[in-house]
């Protein structure tokens, strides 16, 4: 049983150019959550999607940052624009359901913007 | 709001021995969970264990076990028989259990190293 994948692993970009950050959920989970983590810090949420639908985006920047679950295929967090300060940790986390369901974590992305 | 406090930026222990890592969290809320997470050098996010608050009892893993002690606010993992693949950095994470409330929320961390 296959956990949460996430890709690349690694990501490099200069200022200015698009990041796109891939999550696929474990099997039977449809609903994925992206988290934030920046040096030395805890995760911060960002965002909550469920198939087709983004149910609470309250923890991402207004603007640049956006974030899809599409019904075929995986989650996508796109990054317009980029700018050093995105430079982090994406952690990308699914669960079964909602309510009592434990989040499981992909590996993460590690965002570098040079 | 809801905040998870661990106030050891780093913590060591000698091999084979325990150590036990701290963990507070404000909430006015009185149904929630409690989790560790284990990040080691892979950066993979691990779950260690979970404790819901409405038990008493603490919950346990193996060599992991919390004490948590819910007037005080207070949730520690303590680590038995420690081992050279413990060594990462632990999180706390605390979730509302209201199904309309599902983020976690995460102290800035602890980095345990196990010395041999």
């Known amino acids: 049983n296959a956990g949460v994948m996430q890709n690349p692993r690694h990501l490099v970009r200069r200022r200015g150019q698009e990041a796109r950050l891939r999550c696929s959920p474990m099997?039977?989970?449809?609903?994925v959550y992206w988290y934030r983590q920046l040096p030395e810090e805890g995760l911060k949420f960002m965002v909550y999607l469920q198939k087709e639908n983004i149910i609470d985006e309250s923890g991402m920047p207004k603007e640049r940052f956006s974030a899809e679950f599409p019904k075929e295929g995986p989650s996508i967090l796109r990054i317009q624009q980029v700018v050093r300060g995105d430079s982090a940790a994406y952690f990308c986390?699914?669960?079964?359901?909602?309510?009592?369901?434990?989040?499981?974590f992909g590996p993460g992305t590690r965002l570098t913007v040079l | 709001a809801q905040t998870v406090t661990q106030s050891q930026p780093e913590m060591s222990v000698q091999e084979a021995e325990t150590v036990t890592l701290s963990c507070t969290y404000d909430?006015?809320?009185?149904?929630?969970?409690l989790f560790w997470y284990k990040q080691p050098p892979s950066r993979q996010m691990i779950l260690v264990i979970r404790q819901e608050a409405y038990k008493q009892q603490n919950a346990t893993e193996n060599r992991f076990s919390v004490n948590f002690q819910k007037a005080a606010k207070s949730f520690s993992l303590k680590i038995s028989d420690s081992q050279l693949g413990d060594a990462a950095m632990y999180f706390c994470a605390y979730r509302s259990a209201t199904n309309s409330n599902y983020q976690l929320i995460w102290g800035a961390g602890t980095k345990l190293i196990i010395k041999p």
């Open positions: 099997k039977g989970h449809s609903h």
């Open positions: 986390a699914s669960s079964l359901g909602i309510g009592t369901d434990t989040q499981y």
């Open positions: 909430t006015s809320e009185s149904d929630y969970y």
